[in-house]
Nanobody
């Protein structure tokens, strides 16, 4: 059974940082794309950053590049999202997801197709 457990959310002030973790199990890490999406109140879920489990190649949404960094630890089957210079508009529930490699490229997953498997989200609140 595919399982994704997101953690690390919380309340932070504008300009602060948070590091989210996504612990995965139930599938071969290197065969999947794993990544982060977020959903702000009243808005649709959208891609934040995704990474190939096989080789660590990643892609981050254009308007978040430079502040958000995705990484992975294959030994721990875990993906991280380092979020810096957080702004109130980053307030959202952050979801970790996975989709098998080979179906779509990273850009397509990030902007159009999303993931096949989802974990429960973790709430990030940025106060002004």
């Amino acid at each position: 059974e595919v399982q994704l457990q997101a953690s690390g959310g919380g309340l932070v002030q504008t300009g602060g940082s948070l590091r989210l973790s996504c612990a995965t199990s139930g599938f071969t890490f290197g065969d999947y794309v794993i990544g982060w999406f977020h959903q702000a109140p009243g808005k649709e879920r959208e891609g934040v950053s995704v990474i190939y489990g096989s080789d660590g190649v990643w892609r981050t949404r254009d308007n978040l590049r430079g502040r958000f960094t995705i990484s992975s630890d294959n030994a721990k089957n875990t993906v991280y999202l380092q979020m810096d210079s957080l702004q109130p508009e980053d307030t959202a529930v952050y979801y970790c997801g996975a989709v098998k490699q080979g179906m779509f490229d990273l850009r397509a997953i990030l902007y159009y197709y999303g993931m096949n498997y989802w974990g429960k989200g973790t709430l990030v609140t940025v106060s002004s």
